[in-house]
């Protein structure tokens, strides 16, 4: 009965593969310009908190200026 098909219910990615889109929208990582490993995780760093900024809803829009 839990796998009857419920027509009002929307499939839902999985959350890595969303993770991996979010990531995608950001050019200098999806290219991979740097060459020194701390610089790309930085880079990834601050593409993770950019990412968690954009998901909270803030009455003043900082991040998209």
Do not use: D, M, S
């Amino acid at each position: 009965q839990q796998k009857e098909k419920n027509p009002k219910k929307k499939a839902c990615r999985w959350v890595v593969e969303a993770c991996h889109g979010w990531f995608n929208r950001f050019r200098k990582l999806l290219v991979r310009y740097e060459k020194l490993e701390h610089t790309f995780l930085a880079l990834n760093h601050l593409t993770a908190a950019i990412i968690t900024l954009r998901k909270i809803r803030l009455p003043v829009n900082i991040i998209y200026g």
